[in-house]
């Protein structure tokens, strides 16, 4: 049987097309958060990190961590393990993800014009027409961001990308319904061998993906019968050095017959290619008001291979916990408006998993053990050794996975 696949506008009925699909073939039905569940159990991660890659916001912390070209390996797995069963049909984002090849899958979109779309918003969540508008392009933009990911398209509902694109202001529920049982009646839909294959490729190619992402390692990976070939799209000093590590992980997964590596379109462009390395801290927050003093700082925590984010007073710094999740924070005591103490303080109570490494150049006694009996990690002054920093910074990042182990909220 062949597998249809939906990627639909927000308020634009998807849903109610969906469910009249799946009422009238008996078909599983296959949503986003099925398979994020599904790639959290694989990677360990929970679902909701899993699920971030769905957003349309990238982490501060993103270049360094690849949190989210992870999360999409983690997504590609979950999704390849269910697309050798018959009789799908794949809702969200996650569709998306069903390669070309696989000639099986009917792609389907679904999309209204924005009048239509800020009707159905409006009346749906009880707003006003202007707020109506702000959810929908909250939401076309999430899905600019996601399609740019993982096809490199900058438009989700450009007909290149589907085989029937189906306008929802001129159609009803159910003129699409039947609108896609039509075409999905067609030969040129029913599974062959090569599609078949095509399944089977894209599964050694995402477990080849999740092998190298557990390295550190964001690469570009495709499959054919057994054959992998590894595309490196950012610059590397050493390139023959990388191709031969990478080689080495992905040769021992199961069914890779041969491995080539090469460079891609944009491995000449001014990027560095950057191992993310699990036994450093890779999401470190400086907070500080003193910005060249942070800037500097931070340059010279990148040449140590330390990813780090700043932010220049507390309250910012307290936005980008909630939304970046930092795993180690460098904090001033002395700042404008919310002060370090009562940083640490709140940072304590609601992510205690976080090691804070207070950083100042005022403190006193008093301060010190302040800080230490709310939980500070260290208490250094400046001006500080950087080299003592760094190990500093590297003890922290090792209580905090143990912290996560334990079972604190990060």
């Not at 014009?113 to 009880?126: T, Y």
């Not at 340059?299 to 936005?319: I, P, Q, T």
């Not at 800080?371 to 003890?395: M, N, R, W």
């Amino acid at each position: 049987m062949s597998i249809i696949s939906v990627f639909s506008g927000s308020y634009c009925n998807g849903h109610d097309v969906v469910q009249k699909l799946v009422d009238h073939t008996g078909y599983r039905l296959v949503e986003d958060a099925a398979v994020a569940a599904s790639a959290g159990a694989i990677s360990g991660l929970s679902e909701s990190k899993i699920a971030r890659a769905f957003s349309g916001r990238i982490s501060v912390f993103n270049s360094f961590t690849h949190e989210k070209e992870r999360a999409i390996a983690y997504l590609k797995l979950a999704l390849a393990q269910v697309l050798s069963v018959d009789g799908l049909i794949i809702s969200g984002l996650v569709s998306c993800l069903v390669p070309k090849k696989v000639s099986h899958a009917l792609r389907v979109c679904l999309i209204a014009d924005l009048k239509f779309r800020s009707a159905v918003a409006a009346q749906r969540e009880h707003v006003e027409a202007k707020e109506a508008v702000k959810l929908i392009r909250k939401d076309d933009e999430n899905a600019v961001v996601w399609v740019e990911s993982v096809s490199g398209g900058s438009d989700p509902w450009a007909p290149a990308l589907h085989d029937i694109v189906i306008p929802m202001d001129k159609l009803s529920v159910g003129e699409a319904q039947e609108l896609v049982l039509r075409h999905f009646g067609r030969d040129v839909v029913r599974p062959t061998e090569t599609s078949r294959q095509a399944v089977e490729d894209f599964l050694l190619a995402a477990k080849v993906e999740v092998a190298l992402a557990k390295e550190g390692h964001n690469i570009q990976v495709e499959a054919d019968k057994g054959a992998v070939d590894l595309t490196i799209n950012k610059h590397v000093l050493m390139l023959s050095r990388l191709e031969e590590e990478l080689k080495s992980i992905a040769e021992k997964v199961p069914e890779v017959r041969s491995i080539t590596t090469r460079v891609g379109k944009n491995y000449h462009q001014a990027d560095v290619y950057r191992r993310f390395d699990f036994a450093l801290p890779s999401k470190v927050l400086l907070v500080d008001d003193e910005r060249e003093f942070a800037q500097t700082l931070s340059e010279r925590l990148l040449m140590r291979d330390m990813g780090s984010a700043v932010a220049y007073d507390g309250e910012s710094a307290l936005a980008m916990i909630n939304e970046d999740e930092p795993e180690v924070m460098i904090l001033d005591l002395k700042m404008p408006g919310i002060d370090g103490i009562e940083v640490l303080k709140r940072v304590k109570q609601t992510r205690p998993a976080i090691e804070v490494i207070i950083l100042t150049g005022h403190g006193s006694e008093e301060d010190c053990k302040t800080c230490l009996e709310l939980g500070a990690f260290a208490y250094l002054q400046k001006p500080v050794d950087i080299e003592l920093l760094t190990a500093t910074l590297k003890k922290a990042n090792e209580q905090m996975r143990q912290n996560l182990a334990g079972g604190k909220p990060a």
